[in-house]
Nanobody, 127 residues
Framework: QVQLVESGGGLVQAGGSLRLSCLAS????????MGWFRQAPGKEREFVAA????????DLLDSVTGRFTISRDNAKNTVYLQMNSLKPEDTATYYC????????????????????WGQGTQVTVSS
């Protein structure tokens, strides 16, 4: 069992930056693919970014490519989402998730593939 705790959300003006962190409990974090998803009010939860367990491959939603970066520090059991040039449409609750499948390939975007989820952190971007 893995517990995930997100932090770093908040209110920021358009064009600003935030860095989200997700701290995982347990000793198996380094074997998990990690992902970030977001859900805006009235919308379905959507993929934002993912990174494989070794950190060698990442995948990003097209609309955040060039603005967001996902990274991980396995020694700290933490995955990060650096968000720059934020836009009002980035406003959502951001969730961290872990996929138990061990893979060095491109990490999955599929929500149902992820086994563990955090409680989420709110990001609000004002115009």
């Amino acid at each position: 069992q893995v517990q995930l705790v997100e932090s770093g959300g908040g209110l920021v003006q358009a064009g600003g930056s935030l860095r989200l962190s997700c701290l995982a409990s347990g000793s198996t974090f380094s074997r998990y693919t990690m992902g970030w998803f977001r859900q805006a009010p009235g919308k379905e939860r959507e993929f934002v970014a993912a990174i494989n367990y070794v950190g060698s491959k990442t995948d990003l939603l097209d609309s955040v490519t060039g603005r967001f970066t996902i990274s991980r520090d396995n020694a700290k059991n933490t995955v990060y989402l650096q968000m720059n040039s934020l836009k009002p449409e980035d406003t959502a609750t951001y969730y961290c998730a872990a996929d138990r499948v061990i893979s060095t390939g491109t990490p999955t975007r599929i929500l149902r593939h992820y086994d563990y989820w955090g409680q989420g952190t709110q990001v609000t971007v004002s115009s």
